[in-house]
């Protein structure tokens, strides 16, 4: 496993460092009104970290052949969206084709309410990540600490196959991490954050249907990036605003806006990452009471860290 992160982490780091090196110019993110960054990016360090994770195809990992194939189908829409911008119903439905397609391989039979159900969290998730990749370094570390608590459970529960692609995912974000830390010199792009969404969903209900961990613990794993994005969506929904329309509302946009910089704010979001991923990781495995203390508890936790970023922003705008 040591090689395999190794490989990965090298692939990811060496292939980020070319595309934006050598292929800057290439697809770059404009900054606009709602953007967090002041200067063009390169949005293709996604290409950079599916390659570093399909080095785990060679580790055990390609009986996992259909997430990581949805995936890759997945990143290739994303990139024909960035270079010609395809309609919103061709790309909701790309993600809700994936998720079906998935959902029925894997878990069939099931039910046509809980293929319904899990189809659209499936679709909610992968669409959220792409929500969340908008302040240096944060997208990349929640890949980092979510995949990486992925692996831990998935290798202490002897699934050698999902740890092998779960941990090849978290070295290659960290690769990846290494250009995109503040300040970044590459984004994820919809080519990276599309499919690592995706990924998050589907390999934390291949690990359920293992009976490798509960179905909230990928739930909390990401929590900080589903708790933000959720949130955030029906606060939207509240005020009326045009949910599909790009915003600056997200805690984690506010936190910068606020004063904390991208820096602290990928700092902060680490140590929520990790918490939560800690707890989940204590908690899987623990009877029906300590389960739901772990995933009340971190809930609670990301609540009162949501309120604390609401006052500082209502107090920044009152002194504005």
């Known amino acids: 496993m040591l090689v395999l992160a190794f490989l990965s982490f090298a692939l990811a780091l060496g292939a980020g460092w070319l595309l934006y090196a050598r292929f800057g110019r290439f697809a770059l993110d404009e900054p606009n009104a709602r953007s967090l960054h002041e200067q063009p990016v390169p949005?293709?360090?996604?290409?950079?970290?599916?390659?570093?994770?399909?080095?785990?195809?060679?580790?055990?990992?390609?009986?996992?052949?259909?997430?990581?194939?949805?995936?890759?189908?997945?990143?290739?829409?994303?990139?024909?969206?960035?270079?010609?911008?395809?309609?919103?119903?061709?790309?909701?439905?790309?993600?809700?084709?994936?998720?079906?397609?998935?959902?029925?391989?894997?878990?069939?039979?099931?039910y046509l309410v809980d293929l319904v159900v899990l189809m659209l969290a499936v679709t909610w998730v992968t669409n959220l990540y792409n929500f969340m990749d908008g302040s240096d370094g944060l997208a990349g570390g929640m890949s980092v600490v979510g995949f990486g608590a992925y692996g831990l459970a998935a290798h202490l529960g002897g699934d050698v196959r999902l740890a092998a692609l779960s941990l090849a995912l978290a070295a290659a974000s960290a690769g990846f991490l290494v250009h995109n830390f503040y300040p970044a010199k590459i984004f994820l792009g919809d080519i990276g954050s599309i499919p690592l969404g995706f990924l998050a969903a589907a390999l934390g209900i291949v690990g359920w249907r293992n009976d490798l961990w509960p179905l909230w613990f990928p739930v909390l794993v990401f929590g900080p990036f589903i708790g933000d994005a959720t949130l955030t969506l029906v606060k939207r929904l509240i005020r009326g605003e045009r949910v599909w329309q790009a915003h600056r509302d997200h805690y984690y946009q506010r936190m910068v806006r606020a004063g904390l910089g991208h820096r602290r704010t990928a700092c902060i979001g680490y140590v929520a990452m990790i918490l939560c991923a800690g707890?989940?990781?204590?908690?899987?495995?623990?009877?029906?009471?300590?389960?739901?203390?772990?995933?009340?508890?971190?809930?609670?936790?990301?609540?009162?860290?949501?309120?604390?970023?609401?006052?500082?922003?209502?107090?920044?705008?009152?002194?504005?």
């Open 43 to 110: 949005r293709t360090g996604g290409i950079a970290v599916l390659a570093g994770a399909a080095v785990s195809l060679a580790f055990g990992a390609a009986a996992l052949w259909l997430p990581m194939a949805l995936a890759l189908a997945l990143a290739a829409v994303s990139f024909a969206d960035d270079l010609y911008g395809l309609p919103a119903s061709a790309r909701l439905g790309a993600h809700l084709g994936a998720a079906g397609a998935f959902l029925w391989y894997v878990l069939t039979p099931i």
């Open 279 to 320: 707890a989940a990781l204590y908690g899987r495995n623990g009877g029906p009471g300590l389960q739901a203390a772990v995933f009340g508890g971190a809930s609670l936790l990301l609540a009162v860290a949501a309120v604390w970023v609401d006052v500082r922003w209502l107090r920044r705008r009152g002194d504005a």
